[in-house]
Each structure stands twice: as structure tokens, then as C-alpha cells.
């Protein structure tokens, strides 16, 4: 594995991680006995999705998947600004999940026709799983936007809030390009176009417009994240780090 | 025990039933399954509403002070073994509502009981879990405590009731396994570990025994339901079964059961032990619990909150109803 490979690997490893865990933070707590049951489920394949990417990231400098995890600081997470996006009402929460399904599900199938096949092993079992959170996301989308009042209002709501935070899934740099030409990865950009057509169709169905603007926010990848960040990393590494010499 | 306290009168004597209820009573004594449509007393009827309602509301509920660690679970894959245990007890509870829904109640109905505080769930879920330890000690005291009484449910008289509990209790020793191997390793971790199980199980071990209801001495509502085979042991048999059980077991990991008066009695061949306060059971129970309004509060925020969301999803499945039928 290259730099540039583990970096990626850490990219994709911690957009699963963090968005892992803001659903799990649901659990018990969401609006319908099915939806604690499917959310869930979701924040369990995102789960597994992190490890086999952390894993594969940390391999060549001898960190484990839980080193990473739960040893690094802020700055050195990897994620998009949107998976770290406070959960809200359930609706900017099903909003978040679809805004990253639907780029998720365009990654990981062109990412399981990686040149690296480690990339290309874990792309393709996501992938699966990846498909079935789409279609979940998608549904509640247009049921909602489609509802009542009230449910479209939030829905709506969601959507404008959200919006800034989609764009820097497509935002491309100088390692999306090197492992792109490299036939590594696909670059961020070439997935615009399916993911505009794809949301663009579910939004009308939806009953629901996108903002105009293309503003986006952007530094995740940087590693300069919002505030919502900090709070989420003290909770989950709180015993790790106040209890470092042990193992769980 | 996830229904501590279900009230029957008691068994009424063959000379005082109809026709009807002896015919009944003597498939339960043939060990024949009732079923949904089938014709049962009443009182049976409400009483099993009553015991499956409480078990549901129990499973869900009981998903709250597990629910408390997922976030700060110390491994990926003891966040996963977690969030997995407490999506079961999601699952539990809504086979467990359908097995009611049989009986001629809806799961909102239900709910809205739990809600209200005039359905029940079990005591143990009102105890807060403080330290990781704690997670470790609801698996392998709750969930073993739990077991001891819904393994033998299975071979209980209601149908959809035995049936659920066959799934139920596969999953619970798969918990039970898994809550023991937490606590193990931090019984055998750094001192500070072993520190938060000796903890955890001096604050679980009571509340764990009053799982199994009060002292058969004062529990004179039972023998209508054991007649009817809706509950099959006494409280005192399975608390019993559950300490010599489990004193073994802690033991074994080097922890010290928090009670004096604990010793091996070689004459009933089980051992001797305290009695939970039962003041506090009854404290617990009219929800004076450390948790009960914190639970509750949280179950009836989620309901609330949620309302929205199910509207929604129901107006725009009638919508679509509705378009498929004028297309038709």
C-alpha cells in the first residue's frame, strides 16, 4: 500500500465510521420499532465497512483499526463534513443518509472495478449493502417529501441545510487525481453527473427542490472539520483514552 | 420476571367452570397449544395480554440503559456486539407485540399504556448503567435472569406466545454469552477494570434476583396462571435456580457476590441467600426507580417526536393507494 492508497483507505474508512456512529446514536430512540431495527442496521454495515477500510489503511505503519479509531485527535480524521453532521430530527437524519447513499453507492461500484485489489474486494461487498441503504433512503425521501405537510416542511428543511455539505463528495485534489489515473480510485468529480440525476429524480418524486446555490463546505479530507466533530470523538474514545493500558 | 407482577385470581376447581372452560383446561392439562382463533376464557385472555405486554414493553425499555454505552463502547467490535444485542431487543419487542395483537390488542394501544403508566415493564430496566462493566453485568445477570424464566415459556399453553419465546430465547444466550466474556475481561483487566465489574455486579446483584417477582410467601396471584400453564415456576424455584446458577460463575472470575449470608447448604443441595429489599422492589415498581422517569420520559419523546414521521409515511401510503385504485 502506497501513502496515497492509505490515505484514501482512511478517507472512505472514516466517512463510514463517523456516519456509523451518528446513527447508532438513534438507536432506541427513533420513531417507529422498524425504523430503530433498519437504522440500525444500516449503522452496522457502515461499522464493519469502517474496520475493513481502517484496517486496510493503517496495515503498513502496524495500526489497527481501533488505533485509529479511537487514538487519533480531530484534525487527522479523514471524513466529509456531512457524515459529521449533527443527526437533527429525524428527518435531516434520513436527509443525511440519502445525500451519502446515493454518492456512496456510485463510489463503491466504480471502486470495485479498483486496479488495487484490496480496494476492489471491499468495494464490491459494500456495494451490496450500499444498495440496499440507497433504495431504504430513497423511499423514505419520497414518502416523506410526499406526506403530510408537516413532513415535507422537514424534509424540505433538511434539504436546504444539508445541501452545502454534498458538494464536497465531488471535490477533487491532487491524490483523487494521482490514484485516479492510476485507475486506482474514480475521480470525485467523474461521479457528479449519476448522482445529480439520480437525487434530481427522487427530489421531483419528492415533491422537493434542491437549493440553487452550489455553494459547498468544504476541508474535511483536510482534516479541518466542523465543530461537530470534537464532541463526537470525546464520546467515543472516552474510555480508550482515560484508560489506555487497558484492553476491552 | 420481564412480567413481575401479572395478577390472576385464584384457579378456579373443576366444580365451579362451564363446560367450555373444563374442555379448556383439559387441553392445557394435554399439553395442547391454544391458538389465536380458538375459544379461551377471558381472564385468559387478558391475563396473557397483560404478561406479553409487559414483556414487549420490557424488550423496549430495556433497550434505553444499554442504549446509554453504544456510543462510547471501547472497541468496533464490542460497538457492533452492542448495537446488534440492543437491535434484538428492538426485534424481541415487536415479535412480542405481534404475539399480543393475536389476542385482539393493538400494538398502539399498547403503547399508549406503557405511555400512560398503566402497563408496566420490568424493574431491572429502571437501574442506570454507569460504568462499561455495567454492559457486561446486563448480559450476564439480566439476560441470564431472563432466560431462567423464558426457557421454560417456551412450552407455555399460548401458541404464538411458546413460538416467540423459542426465538427469543436463542438470541438471549448468545446475550448472556456475550455480556459474561465483557465482564470477564475486565475482571482479569487492569485494576481499574476489575474495580467496574466488582461494582457492576454489587449494583445489579438485587435488582437481578427481584427480576423474578416477589417471595412466593407473598405472591398469591399465581396459581391461576400456572394452572393455566402461562407461567410455569414459581418466583422462589427460579431466583433459586438463577443464584446457584450463577454464584459459580462469579467465582470463577474472581468477583465476590455482595452478600454475607451466602453459603453452599449441602442438605437442599442450592445455596442459601439474602432476600432483595422488597421495599425497594415495590419503590421500583410504583416508579420510584433511580431511571423510571428518565425511561419513560425517553420512550414518550421518542413516541412524540416520531409522530410526524408516521404521519407522514402513512398519508403518502394512502396517497399511492389511492392512485393505484383510480388507475385500476
Same mark, same amino acid.
Given at each position: 500500500?502506497?501513502?496515497d492508497?492509505?490515505?484514501?483507505?482512511?478517507?472512505?474508512?472514516?466517512?463510514?465510521?463517523?456516519?456509523?456512529?451518528?446513527?447508532?446514536?438513534?438507536?432506541?430512540?427513533?420513531?417507529?420499532?422498524?425504523?430503530?431495527?433498519?437504522l440500525?442496521?444500516?449503522?452496522?454495515?457502515?461499522?464493519?465497512?469502517?474496520? &475493513?477500510?481502517?484496517? @486496510? $489503511?493503517?496495515a503498513?505503519?502496524?495500526?489497527? +483499526?481501533?488505533? !485509529?479509531?479511537?487514538?487519533? *485527535? /480531530?484534525?487527522?480524521?479523514?471524513?466529509a463534513?456531512?457524515?459529521?453532521?449533527?443527526?437533527?430530527?429525524?428527518?435531516?437524519?434520513?436527509?443525511?443518509?440519502?445525500?451519502?447513499?446515493?454518492?456512496?453507492?456510485?463510489?463503491?461500484?466504480?471502486?470495485?472495478?479498483s486496479?488495487?485489489?484490496?480496494?476492489?474486494?471491499?468495494?464490491?461487498?459494500?456495494?451490496?449493502?450500499?444498495a440496499?441503504?440507497?433504495?431504504?433512503?430513497?423511499?423514505l425521501?419520497?414518502?416523506?417529501?410526499?406526506?403530510?405537510?408537516?413532513?415535507?416542511?422537514?424534509?424540505?428543511?433538511?434539504?436546504?441545510?444539508?445541501?452545502?455539505?454534498?458538494?464536497?463528495?465531488?471535490?477533487g485534489?491532487? &491524490?483523487?487525481?494521482? @490514484? $485516479?489515473?492510476?485507475?486506482?480510485?474514480?475521480? +470525485?468529480?467523474? !461521479?457528479?453527473?449519476?448522482? *445529480? /440525476?439520480?437525487?434530481?429524480?427522487?427530489?421531483?418524486q419528492?415533491?422537493?427542490?434542491?437549493?440553487?446555490?452550489?455553494?459547498?463546505?468544504?476541508?474535511?479530507?483536510?482534516?479541518?472539520?466542523?465543530?461537530a466533530?470534537?464532541p463526537?470523538?470525546?464520546?467515543?474514545?472516552?474510555?480508550?483514552?482515560?484508560?489506555?493500558?487497558?484492553?476491552? | 420476571m420481564?412480567a413481575?407482577?401479572?395478577?390472576t385470581?385464584?384457579?378456579?376447581?373443576?366444580?365451579?367452570?362451564?363446560?367450555?372452560?373444563?374442555?379448556f383446561?383439559a387441553?392445557?392439562?394435554?399439553?395442547?397449544?391454544?391458538?389465536?382463533?380458538?375459544?379461551?376464557?377471558?381472564?385468559?385472555?387478558?391475563?396473557l395480554?397483560?404478561?406479553?405486554?409487559?414483556?414487549?414493553?420490557?424488550?423496549?425499555?430495556?433497550?434505553?440503559?444499554?442504549?446509554?454505552?453504544?456510543?462510547?463502547?471501547?472497541?468496533?467490535?464490542?460497538?457492533?456486539?452492542?448495537?446488534?444485542?440492543?437491535?434484538?431487543?428492538?426485534g424481541?419487542?415487536?415479535y412480542?407485540?405481534?404475539?399480543?395483537?393475536?389476542?385482539?390488542?393493538?400494538?398502539?394501544?399498547?403503547?399508549?399504556?406503557?405511555?400512560?403508566?398503566k402497563?408496566?415493564?420490568?424493574?431491572?430496566?429502571?437501574?442506570?448503567?454507569?460504568?462499561?462493566?455495567?454492559?457486561?453485568?446486563?448480559?450476564?445477570?439480566?439476560?441470564?435472569?431472563?432466560?431462567?424464566?423464558?426457557?421454560?415459556?417456551?412450552?407455555?399453553?399460548?401458541?404464538?406466545?411458546?413460538?416467540?419465546?423459542?426465538?427469543?430465547?436463542?438470541?438471549?444466550?448468545?446475550?448472556?454469552?456475550?455480556?459474561?466474556?465483557?465482564?470477564?475481561k475486565?475482571?482479569?483487566?487492569?485494576?481499574?477494570?476489575?474495580?467496574?465489574?466488582?461494582?457492576?455486579?454489587?449494583?445489579?446483584?438485587?435488582?437481578?434476583?427481584?427480576?423474578?417477582?416477589?417471595?412466593?410467601?407473598?405472591?398469591?396471584?399465581?396459581?391461576?396462571?400456572?394452572?393455566?400453564?402461562?407461567?410455569?415456576?414459581?418466583?422462589?424455584?427460579?431466583?433459586?435456580?438463577?443464584?446457584?446458577?450463577?454464584?459459580?460463575?462469579?467465582?470463577?472470575?474472581?468477583?465476590?457476590?455482595?452478600?454475607?449470608?451466602?453459603?453452599?447448604?449441602?442438605?437442599?443441595?442450592?445455596?442459601?441467600?439474602?432476600?432483595?429489599?422488597?421495599?425497594?422492589?415495590?419503590?421500583?415498581?410504583?416508579?420510584?426507580?433511580?431511571?423510571?422517569?428518565?425511561?419513560?420520559?425517553?420512550?414518550?419523546?421518542?413516541?412524540?417526536?416520531?409522530a410526524?414521521?408516521?404521519?407522514?409515511?402513512?398519508?403518502?401510503?394512502?396517497?399511492?393507494?389511492?392512485?393505484?385504485?383510480?388507475?385500476?
Amino acid at each position: 500500500m502506497t501513502d496515497d492508497r492509505c490515505e484514501y483507505a482512511l478517507r472512505l474508512g472514516d466517512n463510514a465510521l463517523i456516519l456509523s456512529h451518528r446513527l447508532s446514536e438513534w438507536c432506541g430512540h427513533a420513531p417507529a420499532l422498524e425504523e430503530d431495527i433498519a437504522l440500525t442496521n444500516v449503522a452496522l454495515d457502515l461499522l464493519g465497512q469502517a474496520q &475493513l477500510w481502517l484496517e @486496510l $489503511a493503517g496495515a503498513r505503519e502496524g495500526r489497527s +483499526a481501533d488505533d !485509529l479509531a479511537y487514538r487519533r *485527535d /480531530a484534525g487527522a480524521f479523514r471524513n466529509a463534513l456531512l457524515v459529521e453532521r449533527p443527526n437533527g430530527d429525524y428527518g435531516h437524519t434520513l436527509m443525511r443518509q440519502y445525500l451519502f447513499d446515493a454518492w456512496h453507492i456510485e463510489a463503491l461500484s466504480a471502486l470495485s472495478r479498483s486496479r488495487d485489489a484490496g480496494f476492489a474486494e471491499i468495494a464490491a461487498k459494500a456495494e451490496k449493502e450500499a444498495a440496499y441503504h440507497v433504495e431504504r433512503s430513497a423511499e423514505l425521501v419520497v414518502a416523506l417529501g410526499d406526506g403530510t405537510h408537516e413532513s415535507h416542511a422537514r424534509m424540505q428543511a433538511a434539504l436546504d441545510a444539508l445541501w452545502p455539505y454534498a458538494g464536497e463528495l465531488f471535490l477533487g485534489d491532487a &491524490l483523487d487525481a494521482r @490514484l $485516479a489515473a492510476e485507475g486506482v480510485v474514480p475521480a +470525485a468529480t467523474s !461521479l457528479r453527473a449519476a448522482w *445529480d /440525476a439520480s437525487t434530481g429524480a427522487v427530489f421531483a418524486q419528492a415533491t422537493l427542490t434542491p437549493p440553487a446555490s452550489a455553494f459547498a463546505h468544504k476541508g474535511g479530507r483536510a482534516g479541518r472539520h466542523s465543530e461537530a466533530l470534537g464532541p463526537l470523538l470525546a464520546q467515543m474514545q472516552f474510555l480508550q483514552r482515560a484508560y489506555p493500558d487497558a484492553t476491552w | 420476571m420481564y412480567a413481575q407482577l401479572v395478577k390472576t385470581s385464584r384457579a378456579k376447581a373443576p366444580e365451579e367452570m362451564s363446560e367450555q372452560e373444563r374442555a379448556f383446561q383439559a387441553r392445557i392439562d394435554r399439553g395442547e397449544k391454544i391458538e389465536p382463533k380458538e375459544w379461551m376464557p377471558e381472564e385468559y385472555r387478558r391475563t396473557l395480554i397483560r404478561q406479553i405486554g409487559q414483556h414487549a414493553h420490557s424488550e423496549i425499555v430495556g433497550q434505553l440503559p444499554e442504549g446509554n454505552w453504544i456510543t462510547r463502547a471501547p472497541t468496533l467490535q464490542r460497538k457492533a456486539i452492542l448495537l446488534a444485542k440492543v437491535q434484538d431487543e428492538a426485534g424481541h419487542g415487536l415479535y412480542l407485540y405481534c404475539a399480543a395483537e393475536t389476542l385482539g390488542i393493538s400494538r398502539d394501544e399498547l403503547i399508549a399504556m406503557l405511555h400512560s403508566g398503566k402497563m408496566k415493564y420490568s424493574s431491572i430496566f429502571n437501574y442506570p448503567t454507569l460504568t462499561w462493566a455495567d454492559i457486561g453485568a446486563v448480559g450476564w445477570l439480566v439476560d441470564g435472569a431472563a432466560i431462567m424464566n423464558q426457557v421454560p415459556l417456551q412450552r407455555c399453553s399460548y401458541g404464538p406466545y411458546a413460538r416467540a419465546m423459542v426465538r427469543i430465547c436463542k438470541e438471549e444466550s448468545f446475550h448472556q454469552r456475550q455480556g459474561y466474556d465483557l465482564i470477564s475481561k475486565m475482571a482479569r483487566g487492569t485494576p481499574e477494570q476489575k474495580a467496574m465489574a466488582q461494582d457492576a455486579l454489587n449494583r445489579f446483584w438485587y435488582p437481578s434476583l427481584m427480576m423474578f417477582g416477589p417471595s412466593d410467601k407473598e405472591s398469591v396471584h399465581s396459581a391461576q396462571s400456572m394452572a393455566w400453564r402461562i407461567k410455569i415456576n414459581t418466583n422462589d424455584e427460579l431466583r433459586q435456580k438463577f443464584v446457584d446458577q450463577t454464584v459459580p460463575q462469579a467465582h470463577y472470575l474472581g468477583l465476590t457476590v455482595p452478600d454475607d449470608k451466602l453459603a453452599w447448604n449441602e442438605d437442599k443441595r442450592a445455596y442459601d441467600f439474602s432476600e432483595p429489599d422488597w421495599e425497594e422492589f415495590y419503590a421500583v415498581v410504583r416508579g420510584d426507580g433511580p431511571c423510571n422517569r428518565d425511561r419513560l420520559g425517553a420512550r414518550v419523546k421518542a413516541w412524540e417526536d416520531g409522530a410526524w414521521f408516521r404521519d407522514g409515511l402513512a398519508a403518502h401510503a394512502a396517497k399511492t393507494r389511492g392512485a393505484k385504485m383510480a388507475a385500476e
